[in-house]
């Protein structure tokens, strides 16, 4: 079965700090890795997705998360962050020749100006 | 293309009830997904199909729960009978096959209460 775990449930930073948000994830076998985003009152949408190459992958609005294979983990960062990413972030993954995605229960952000 | 629809937006309703979530997945796509959001468990998924046929329904929570997709382009998750505990996001989603299946697109969800 796939799992996947985040660590950090609320997180709260000022304006211009840097982000890391932590994902690890169980599988016995080849993944694909998600990272999404739910803004207030919105539904979720893709931030950024790895399915092979390079493990460090840029998404969109600056965000960028690095695939550390032995690990297991797929951290979400963003250098520095703006009141407008606050949000619920939600890490998901895939088993290869799986459809379905399992989420991790999310982290909470909230940037304060 | 509208993107995946789901109705109602917001439901309350008093424990006992039947409830019916509906769900209209994006043209073409050829997999639909129903999530369940709460503060306690996060995102969890229910059931999948696969050209309108179930394909992993592990999630389902009890026989309370239950899903159909009769066509392509409709889907229902129903409740009966309801109980305060399922109050939370019902979130729908689609994905296509081929070079994009790895995108899930979701609809903008169903808040449910039941009083």
């Known amino acids: 079965a796939q799992s996947v775990s985040q660590h950090n449930h609320h997180v709260i930073l000022s304006e211009a700090a840097s982000l890391e948000l932590g994902c690890n994830y169980s599988y016995g076998g080849t993944v694909n890795l998600f990272w999404y985003v739910q803004y207030p009152g919105q539904h979720l949408q893709l931030l950024l997705k790895y399915f092979s190459g390079d493990p460090l992958v840029k998404g969109i609005k600056g965000f960028e998360a690095e695939f550390i294979k032995s690990k297991f983990s797929f951290n979400l960062r963003k250098p520095s962050v703006q009141w407008s990413d606050t949000a619920e972030y939600f890490c998901?993954?895939?088993?290869?020749?799986?459809?379905?995605?399992?989420f991790g229960s999310g982290t909470r952000l909230q940037v304060q100006p | 293309d509208a993107g995946v629809i789901q109705s109602p937006r917001h439901e309350v309703t008093e424990m006992g009830q039947e409830v019916t979530l509906r769900c209209k997945p994006i043209?073409?796509?050829?997999?639909l997904f129903w999530y369940r959001q709460t503060m306690m468990r996060g995102l969890e998924l229910l059931i999948y199909f696969n050209n309108n046929v179930p394909i992993d329904d592990s999630g389902m929570p009890e026989d309370r729960f239950s899903a159909k997709m009769p066509n392509a382009s409709f889907s229902t998750l129903k409740i009966q009978p309801s109980e305060p505990r399922d109050s939370a996001v019902y979130f729908c989603?689609?994905?296509?096959?081929?070079?994009?299946?790895?995108?899930?697109?979701f609809g903008s969800g169903t808040q449910l209460s039941v009083l």
């Open positions: 998901a993954v895939r088993g290869t020749g799986r459809r379905a995605l399992t």
């Open positions: 043209s073409g796509h050829n997999s």
């Open positions: 989603a689609s994905s296509p096959t081929g070079a994009d299946n790895e995108k899930l697109f």
